[in-house]
Nanobody
Framework: LVQLEESGGGSVQDGGSLRLSCEVSDYRNDGAVYFAWFRQAPGQEREGVSVIRDKNGYTKYAEFVKDRFTISQDNHKNLVYLQMNSLKPEDSAMYYC????????????????????WGRGTQVTVSS
């Protein structure tokens, strides 16, 4: 069972930056592996933020984070990052890392049901 552990959350001011990390336990890439970031604010549904295809370079972003957030990975350390710049109070949420180990159409990659493997989350709070 693959384990995911997020870190890097915290409290920042409006306009600030944070870098989230997701440590992934050992896994095997048999063709299609995706790592994604989701977020969930209190009383809201979990929403997809960004996804990266393992060892492929393909990325996808939700419209509300384009040009502000960047997803990347360090294959040697099994880490997936989410660099978040120009943070806004509406970005405040619990951020979760997720993984999928089979092919999925791009239209499904920012949808929570696409993923079966989840971390416990890290809290991000942006104050105005």
């Amino acid at each position: 069972l693959v384990q995911l552990e997020e870190s890097g959350g915290g409290s920042v001011q409006d306009g600030g930056s944070l870098r989230l990390s997701c440590e992934v336990s050992d896994y095997r890439n048999d063709g299609a592996v995706y790592f994604a970031w989701f977020r969930q604010a209190p009383g809201q549904e979990r929403e997809g933020v960004s996804v990266i295809r393992d060892k492929n370079g393909y990325t996808k972003y939700a419209e509300f984070v384009k040009d502000r957030f960047t997803i990347s990975q360090d294959n040697h350390k099994n880490l997936v990052y989410l660099q978040m710049n120009s943070l806004k109070p509406e970005d405040s949420a619990m951020y979760y890392c997720a993984a999928r180990f089979s092919y999925a159409h791009s239209s499904a990659l920012l949808s929570a049901p696409t993923y079966a493997n989840w971390g416990r989350g890290t809290q991000v709070t942006v104050s105005s």
